[in-house]
């Protein structure tokens, strides 16, 4: 491999790093603390996941193609991309955190409040700790799934890994592909295993 | 309403006691949409007693239990807890001075058994010294000693030993009143019969006000000192277990006849 494409992709390889952990950090600012809520709201509930699941069914192209014209939001670049790949991570990470929350045992629940927790104290204390597994396994699934999502955003200018793929489909050089794919491939895999072993040891009570 | 009415029974001792009540149920109404599950059910619940809820699946009792500490509110009526009703109460403040068992223990799985004892003096932030030592003699009290089972999550228990934290983690922060919700209805006989004796002593030894449910006629007649027996929301009868084995108000009988060995 000549040397300035192994520096091309050490910097593509950091900058796909980059726009995954940005958007999964936003994606799970929003989703967690909007997953709480909404499991205290049953009625809208249904709403903002059918929301976020309409979301999700817009392919990745189209959304990065319909985000270009908006002002301020969208445009060419990585803030872009970061816009559509939080939005594709919000359905996972959102449905985890209220099945998380609502799956907390009634008799468990029953008894914080009936013990005297207030609304806060059952939360953090016994509400979240319960869910927490449930909810990291939600950010792992979006982490996996952005990974491979975030090689579209080369295609509006955001860099990242998906720059060698797409090079290598305009140039039809297998090479390249694989220089894009492989790496994304690996680091889907790290994030996964992670991410996995942060969720048992969340698990061990 | 047949038999003696539960305002008859409570005015017999209310003038030598009227300061005593520690849980009076005045007229209380509850009912989620058009179903009523309580309908005008009249308590005094003095101190020192251990009063029995009877009633089958569906009677209320589990409801009325759920007023005393505020976990439901009556549509109308009210709940007087030490003469203030729980709507004027600081629901926080309230249940803190109030114990509860439910049937499934209810215990924190995340939290060790002394962590789960450990749950409202810590709430209540007392000193971490006087926790630990609270936390040692509870669980001694209640046959779990802190050195064996301290350390160990819920998960590592049997059922029975899970009943036991949850009654130690009821007790801790020295509540006046105890809520029971069937907490030993799942128990096989044998450890059942273990823990009713344990909360015979426990009652001895700590003197506290206890409301118990439960729909096992033998354990109400073992445990209470004052049996009430509800049918659809409503007092049936009450009294204390010599009285209620000599009743003749039909849902106590059809209790009673739980007693009778069975025609073979």
Same mark, same amino acid.
């Given at each position: 491999m000549p040397n300035s494409l192994l520096h091309e992709l050490v910097t593509l390889t950091t900058q796909h790093f980059f726009l995954v952990g940005v958007s999964m950090l936003f994606a799970a600012i929003v989703a967690i603390p909007l997953g709480i809520i909404l499991s205290w709201r049953s009625g809208w509930r249904d709403v903002a996941l059918g929301v976020v699941n309409v979301v999700q069914t817009i392919p990745s192209l189209a959304l990065f193609g319909f985000l270009i014209p908006i002002p301020i939001l969208g445009g060419i670049g990585a803030h872009t991309a970061i816009i559509a790949l939080v939005l594709y991570a919000l359905l996972p990470m959102l449905h985890n955190t209220v099945t998380g929350i609502l799956n907390v045992d009634a008799g468990v629940r029953d008894s914080a409040t009936a013990l005297g927790m207030t609304t806060g104290e059952r939360m953090w204390q016994v509400e979240l700790p319960l869910a927490a597994p449930t909810i990291l396994a939600g950010v792992r699934i979006a982490t996996v799934t952005t990974i491979g999502t975030a090689t579209i955003a080369a295609a509006i200018g955001a860099g990242g890994l998906g720059v060698f793929i797409f090079r290598g489909l305009a140039a039809v050089d297998s090479m390249l592909l694989l220089a894009g794919a492989i790496p994304a491939a690996l680091m889907a895999i790290a994030a996964d295993r992670g991410l996995e072993w942060v969720e048992r040891a969340l698990s061990r009570h | 309403m047949t038999g003696p009415s539960s305002k008859a029974s409570g005015s017999q001792t209310s003038r030598t006691y009227a300061a005593m009540s520690l849980v009076s149920f005045r007229d209380v109404s509850l009912g989620f949409g058009q179903r009523?599950?309580? /309908?005008?059910f009249s308590l005094d619940v003095e101190v020192g007693e251990t009063l029995v809820l009877l009633?089958?699946?569906?009677?209320?009792k589990t409801t009325a239990l759920k007023t005393v500490n505020a976990m439901l509110l009556p549509t109308t009526g009210a709940v007087l807890v030490e003469d203030r009703p729980t709507t004027a109460w600081d629901h926080i403040q309230l249940r803190r001075r109030i114990g509860y068992v439910i049937h499934d223990s209810g215990l924190f799985p995340h939290y060790t058994v002394a962590q789960n004892v450990a749950l409202v003096p810590h709430l209540e932030k007392w000193p971490a010294a006087d926790i630990e030592a609270r936390v040692t003699s509870l669980l001694q009290k209640v046959g779990m000693p802190v050195g064996e089972f301290?350390? /160990?999550?819920?998960?590592?228990?049997s059922y029975g030993q899970r009943q036991r934290v949850g009654v130690a983690r009821a007790l801790a922060a020295d509540p006046p009143l105890l809520l029971f919700d069937e907490p030993f209805g799942s128990l096989d006989p044998v450890i059942r019969l273990e823990l009713q004796r344990q909360f015979i002593a426990l009652r001895q030894e700590m003197r506290k006000t206890s409301i118990f449910v439960t729909h096992d006629v033998r354990e109400a007649l073992f445990l209470g000192t004052r049996i009430a027996v509800l049918l659809n929301g409503s007092i049936e009868f009450v009294g204390p277990p010599r009285e209620f084995l000599q009743a003749s108000t039909p849902e106590a009988c059809a209790f009673l006849s739980c007693l009778q060995p069975l025609e073979v």
């Amino acid at each position: 491999m000549p040397n300035s494409l192994l520096h091309e992709l050490v910097t593509l390889t950091t900058q796909h790093f980059f726009l995954v952990g940005v958007s999964m950090l936003f994606a799970a600012i929003v989703a967690i603390p909007l997953g709480i809520i909404l499991s205290w709201r049953s009625g809208w509930r249904d709403v903002a996941l059918g929301v976020v699941n309409v979301v999700q069914t817009i392919p990745s192209l189209a959304l990065f193609g319909f985000l270009i014209p908006i002002p301020i939001l969208g445009g060419i670049g990585a803030h872009t991309a970061i816009i559509a790949l939080v939005l594709y991570a919000l359905l996972p990470m959102l449905h985890n955190t209220v099945t998380g929350i609502l799956n907390v045992d009634a008799g468990v629940r029953d008894s914080a409040t009936a013990l005297g927790m207030t609304t806060g104290e059952r939360m953090w204390q016994v509400e979240l700790p319960l869910a927490a597994p449930t909810i990291l396994a939600g950010v792992r699934i979006a982490t996996v799934t952005t990974i491979g999502t975030a090689t579209i955003a080369a295609a509006i200018g955001a860099g990242g890994l998906g720059v060698f793929i797409f090079r290598g489909l305009a140039a039809v050089d297998s090479m390249l592909l694989l220089a894009g794919a492989i790496p994304a491939a690996l680091m889907a895999i790290a994030a996964d295993r992670g991410l996995e072993w942060v969720e048992r040891a969340l698990s061990r009570h | 309403m047949t038999g003696p009415s539960s305002k008859a029974s409570g005015s017999q001792t209310s003038r030598t006691y009227a300061a005593m009540s520690l849980v009076s149920f005045r007229d209380v109404s509850l009912g989620f949409g058009q179903r009523l599950i309580l /309908r005008h059910f009249s308590l005094d619940v003095e101190v020192g007693e251990t009063l029995v809820l009877l009633g089958r699946s569906g009677s209320g009792k589990t409801t009325a239990l759920k007023t005393v500490n505020a976990m439901l509110l009556p549509t109308t009526g009210a709940v007087l807890v030490e003469d203030r009703p729980t709507t004027a109460w600081d629901h926080i403040q309230l249940r803190r001075r109030i114990g509860y068992v439910i049937h499934d223990s209810g215990l924190f799985p995340h939290y060790t058994v002394a962590q789960n004892v450990a749950l409202v003096p810590h709430l209540e932030k007392w000193p971490a010294a006087d926790i630990e030592a609270r936390v040692t003699s509870l669980l001694q009290k209640v046959g779990m000693p802190v050195g064996e089972f301290g350390a /160990r999550y819920p998960d590592e228990l049997s059922y029975g030993q899970r009943q036991r934290v949850g009654v130690a983690r009821a007790l801790a922060a020295d509540p006046p009143l105890l809520l029971f919700d069937e907490p030993f209805g799942s128990l096989d006989p044998v450890i059942r019969l273990e823990l009713q004796r344990q909360f015979i002593a426990l009652r001895q030894e700590m003197r506290k006000t206890s409301i118990f449910v439960t729909h096992d006629v033998r354990e109400a007649l073992f445990l209470g000192t004052r049996i009430a027996v509800l049918l659809n929301g409503s007092i049936e009868f009450v009294g204390p277990p010599r009285e209620f084995l000599q009743a003749s108000t039909p849902e106590a009988c059809a209790f009673l006849s739980c007693l009778q060995p069975l025609e073979v």
